[in-house]
């Protein structure tokens, strides 16, 4: 298969959509990004990489950290995890509070920000270095280690994240996290502000997509049953309210981010992110669901 080719005609194909959708400006910083960039890389297990466009090009991963903060909590708590956090999608914004409040405190799944801030204060608790371990462990998997975090995209999300500010102190009041309020947003906002490229993050996700073999970076272990079942998490709850939509459009595990990138995996197969600023209502890349679509049509490897 010739990869390179395959993904140049893809981006062809979905160029007329280049103009669709809009970036996510609530954090102050990303605002800024030019909205007209686009790139996209796959790595298979057997070797093969293709990128095309500015696949070299870091940007926000932001949601896409919670996949990495997933890992390292079910090496440290195991299955005592889901005691803090939930593992059904919440067909609610990634940001919602109402669920929160009915469900008494406890986060519908580890995607969503409520979720990932309970993940924050456990590696806040468990990690000797949090920050430190936590940048570690994204370079090991991705075998870079010159990734790192922003910390001005973390300070100007802080300025405005009144919406995380209120989670975690639903979170705190119910007694779901243990940690200072303010330490566990900062660390919550650092981990989203890691920037990576295309390339980097399909690297990173090879390690997921080839679940069979062993996953020891950086001194998180996982199981290939415990990879395999963050697979199925990222397959119903990766992509927003809009994981029902994303399954059935391109057909694959995966997670988005509001700084417009996507990473999804074929199990056994490969890795690919793809990345374009502007997002839809949901907050998915525009271009990035388009460009998924082709790949899993044309190559035949939707997991359905
Ligand atoms: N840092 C972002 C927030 O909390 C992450 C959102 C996302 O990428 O889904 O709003």
């Not at 509070?97 to 008494?104: G, K, N």
């Not at 927003?240 to 459009?249: K, V």
Request: glycine share 8%.
């Amino acid at each position: 298969m010739d990869y390179t080719q395959l993904l140049e005609n893809i981006y062809q194909s979905i160029l007329p959509y280049a103009k669709e959708g809009k970036q996510a400006d609530y954090i102050p910083e990303l605002a800024k990004v030019n909205p007209d960039q686009f790139g996209m890389c796959i790595h298979t297990i057997y070797g093969e990489v293709a990128a095309i466009e500015q696949a070299d090009t870091r940007f926000s991963i932001q949601s896409i950290s919670k996949v990495f903060a997933l890992a390292m909590c079910l090496s440290i708590k195991g299955d005592a995890l889901w005691t803090k956090v939930g593992k059904e999608p919440s067909g609610t914004a990634f940001n919602s509070l109402v669920q929160l409040e009915v469900e008494h405190g406890i986060p519908r799944n580890p995607f969503i920000n409520a979720g990932a801030i309970v993940m924050a204060d456990i590696l806040l608790t468990h990690l000797g270095n949090p920050a430190a371990d936590f940048l570690q462990f994204v370079r090991e998997v991705s075998g870079t280690d010159t990734i790192e975090y922003n910390e001005h995209v973390a300070i100007s999300e802080r300025e405005k994240g009144y919406l995380n500010a209120a989670i975690v102190n639903l979170l705190k009041h119910h007694g779901t996290i243990e940690n200072d309020i303010e330490e566990v947003l900062h660390f919550y906002f650092l981990m989203c502000s890691i920037e990576m490229s295309c390339r980097e993050l399909s690297q990173a996700f090879l390690v997921f997509a080839n679940h069979r073999r062993r996953f020891d970076y950086a001194g998180v272990v996982l199981t290939a049953s415990q990879v395999k079942r963050m697979n199925a998490i990222m397959q119903t709850c990766g992509f927003y309210d809009e994981a029902g939509e994303f399954s059935y459009l391109v057909g694959l595990p995966g997670k988005s981010g509001v700084g417009g990138g996507i990473v999804a995996i074929y199990p056994l197969q490969y890795a690919v992110a793809v990345w374009s600023p502007r997002l839809n209502a949901k907050g998915n890349s525009v271009l990035g669901i388009k460009a998924l679509e082709l790949l899993t049509t044309e190559t035949q490897t939707s997991i359905f």
